[in-house]
């Protein structure tokens, strides 16, 4: 079956700006997290949805937010964009029960603002 | 509040030495426990949780709740292991979807 993906996986903003990231889950996936990555931090939770709606939300400003469509993708917005915010975003999908709550990962997007 | 923990962030060793990549954990409850492995130019990918006491690729761990560990275990470790591991925890519940990461273990196995 076809994996997660993620688009763009490149991406160069200027502070101030906002971005927008897409992640569509494998088929018949209902659950898509969030996570940042970056050499100081490691991987940080964003937050997760489930059903289209906000299920877990981590540590992050309200700059950081997303939304899930009826169909299980996701996007995630960013909005005033600043320096710090440079890392590669990455979203996992689950089916969210059970032994099928293993998350699979994308391959990141990578966010560099300057 | 849960937290993950990897003391080393670099492991080296040589081909067919054991290796053990460590990883300690802070939760009140029963937390279910994870390794991640990140290989060169690959995206991250499940190598083993302690519910299914699997062995992949010849590493195992187990959960000791008494240390709050879960350490990552190969009895002779191959040039393809060299990765980067994460330990990572879940507490269950409606939170299937979020993971704690420790900061990683990046391991090389030499030649």
């Known amino acids: 079956k076809a994996g997660v993906t993620q688009t763009p996986r490149y991406l160069i903003k200027t502070r101030g700006q906002q971005v927008t990231l897409s992640c569509s889950p494998i088929?018949?996936?209902?659950?898509v997290s969030w996570y940042q990555q970056t050499p100081g931090q490691g991987l940080q939770f964003l937050f997760e949805?489930?059903?289209?709606?906000?299920?877990n939300k981590g540590n992050f400003p309200g700059r950081f937010s997303g939304r899930q469509f009826s169909n299980s993708r996701s996007e995630m917005n960013v909005s005033t964009l600043e320096l710090g915010d440079s890392a590669l975003y990455l979203c996992?999908?689950?089916?969210?029960?059970?032994?099928?709550?293993?998350?699979?990962f994308g391959p990141g997007t990578r966010l560099t603002v300057t | 509040a849960q937290r993950v923990t990897q003391p080393e962030k670099l492991l080296s060793v040589f081909k067919g030495a054991p290796v053990e990549l460590k990883c300690n954990y802070s939760?009140?409850?029963?937390?279910?426990l994870f390794w991640y492995v990140q290989y060169s130019r690959q995206r991250l990918q499940l190598l083993l949780r302690?519910?299914s006491r699997e062995s992949i690729k010849g590493f195992t761990a187990d959960l000791n709740k008494g240390e709050t560990s879960f350490h990552l275990k190969k009895p002779f470790a191959q040039e393809e292991d060299s990765a980067m591991y994460y330990c990572?925890?879940?507490?269950?519940?409606?939170?299937?979807?979020?993971?704690?990461f420790g900061q990683g273990t990046i391991l090389t196995v030499h030649p």
């Open positions: 996992a999908s689950s089916r969210d029960s059970g032994s099928e709550g293993e998350q699979y």
């Open positions: 088929s018949g996936h209902r659950s």
């Open positions: 949805y489930f059903s289209e709606t906000q299920r």
């Open positions: 939760y009140s409850g029963s937390p279910e």
């Open positions: 302690h519910i």
């Open positions: 990572a925890l879940r507490t269950g519940g409606t939170s299937y979807g979020k993971l704690t």
